[in-house]
């Protein structure tokens, strides 16, 4: 495609005579690709059937001139005043029966008929007016799908479409009623019409409703996009389709999203004041890029890529020099094929007027500018090769939308996370310079040396079998504490001991289990004592042998983690929570049993991570510090990018060259 910079743009934010200076400066930086207009619906439709597509016309036009092509964004994440005035009901309900209202962004429910009437009329013009425009290479499907709606939509459109998708699911309510156990409480239904949306209740829910009820408002936003994404290829069927996902968020299941999409993209802000301070940690960040890639299994872009400041009433920590580049960059190793940076220019009106930009609030060219301008001067000549290469990982960690449900309605201790769980896991790889893919659970694992299932709470006969499959075929499988302890409707198993039919993989048994609510607990691993949190499954062997026990607890000295041989492979159960010396510890000794070798080493702080063509490997070595920082690689590259090998200033970014050895 060509197309590896851009910015996010807001033309309509700024007088028409500042226009051309703009497309001047993204010109100098080394801008190609511009998104805009995900916001503007008020100001391409003002009143009903009242088009004033001329603006957005004459600014795609003028940054084509400058060689700058166009993303445009489909603006039905923010509705205008006028549709709300004629149909208020489209304003979503929340969990207290409560109205949102008009004055942010979101305030919509995708389910509502008459909403999507508006839609229709509005993207199909829209499309048909870009269709033939020479500027104009794509579409962005609404912006950040479920961001604003965790506990939206309830309203009665919602309640309708909610019983109709379990109408399709069950059949008769007879089998719902099984399904959800609402023998529990009194809680049976007669008919699928006796079945709302959850709003508060007096005191708990039924977490088989509540599983449901997340699964539909996932297929509901899936959708809500299809449904856009056929009138934009129904009237542009040259141009790509993309939405800008936001990493592990899980009010949609990405994978299913992603199947709807040419590319995925992703907005990512380690900045933001709602994160760790003064940033996000770089592992959980790259955890997030690896995520974004498994989604479609294929390179994706950064739609909204930090380059300033950010915050709307409150603000996180300013950017330090080379942090931004250093980001952009990361995204990039990890199978970025484009990176969009958000904004252009920091906004002098509404909710963002803190979430600065390339530009300041006065437009002027500053330290960020001439660094985004650096980093484009430098690597755009490597992009075109990079296009279309993946990383090619000898790991995986199961990942599951469902599993994340699961624990969001029960999390079983109240600090246990599905994604922070996750996290802790492939931050052990991470630090090791060893790649990572995150995949789904009943996708084809043969071609990975190690596959780490966390959490495998609920489960099923064909997700069981395929796990012993991979083990039995010469696979190496780690579970973790709370595994199989669900059926696929959210109801507890009772035909056998934990965890189920995966006890013969394993070779144990799991007869109790101690929440540690607020305390901790300790394991011995070889001559060393170790800190563990949150749970320890009381596990009793019956064919694997123990690598390490319990040192605390009425359970101690019995088996906290496992190791057992199954056909051609090897799984290890791991009944607790590792603290991170632990986890450290234990998956250096499970690598080195699969014969996984990191790309080099270094200390905390600079990562390693490789993307492959079907002959080059190339090699990018990043400095998350603010220090300089030495490293070794493991392997024969050529220098391609950086001032001295095995060294590194703060925040620099290194990129080698290696070729593949062929078969």
Known sequence: MGIHFGVDYYPEHWPRERWETDARLMKEMGVQVVRMAEFSWFKMEPAEGEFHFEWLEEAVALLDSYGIKSILGTPTAAPPAWIIQKNPEIQPIDRQGRRRHFGGRH???????????????????????????????????????????????????????????????????????????????SQGYNSFEQVGTPLITAVGENPSAMLDWKCYCSDLIVDFADWQAQIIRENCPSHFITHNFMCFDNKVDYYDLAGLMDFVSNDI??????????????????????????????????????????????????????????????????????????????????????????????????RIYNEAKRLTETFTKYMEEFEGSMPCPEVAIVHSFRQNYAFDIQPNHPQLRYVEQLQKYYKAFYDRKIPVDFVQDMDDLSQYKLVIAPLQYLMTPELEQHYMDYVADGGNLVLTMRTGVKDATNLCMTDRELPGRLGDLCGIEVPEYDCL???????????????????????????????????????????????????????????TEPGEELMEDIMTYITRICEIEPLGTAADGVEMMTRESEEKVWLFVINHTADEQVYHLHGMYTLLEGACEEFLQPYEVQLFEGYKRRK
């Open 107 to 185: 305030h919509d429910c995708q389910s509502n008929p008459d909403y999507r009437v508006h839609i229709r009329r509005f993207v199909t013009a829209f499309a048909k007016r870009f269709a033939d425009n020479p500027g104009v290479i794509g579409w962005q499907i609404d912006n950040e799908l479920g961001n604003s709606h965790g506990d939206l939509c309830m309203c009665d459109s919602c309640k309708r479409q909610f019983q109709k998708w379990l109408g399709r699911k069950y059949g008769t309510v007879e089998v719902l009623n099984e399904a959800w156990g609402t023998a529990f409480w």
């Open 517 to 575: 609510l607020e305390t901790t607990g300790g394991v011995l691993y070889g001559k060393k004592e170790y800190e563990i949190e949150k749970w320890c499954d009381i596990i009793t062997l019956k064919g694997a042998h123990q690598i390490a026990e319990y040192s605390t607890g009425f359970y101690k000295q019995t088996p906290a983690i496992t190791e057992n041989k199954y056909g051609s492979g090897t799984v290890w159960y791991i009944g």
């Open 269 to 366: 802000y380690p900045a933001g004041h709602w994160q760790k301070q003064p940033h996000q940690p770089d592992n959980e960040l790259a955890a997030c890029h690896d995520v974004i890639r498994g989604y479609k299994k294929k390179p994706f872009w950064m739609m909204e890529q930090q380059s300033g400041m950010a915050g709307w009433e409150i603000m996180g920590r300013a950017l330090e020099p080379g942090q931004m580049a250093a980001w952009a960059m990361q995204s990039v190793a990890h199978g970025a094929d484009a990176v969009v940076f958000f904004r252009w220019r920091t906004c002098a009106m509404g909710t963002e007027q803190y979430w600065h930009g390339i530009l300041g609030h006065s437009g002027n060219p500053g």
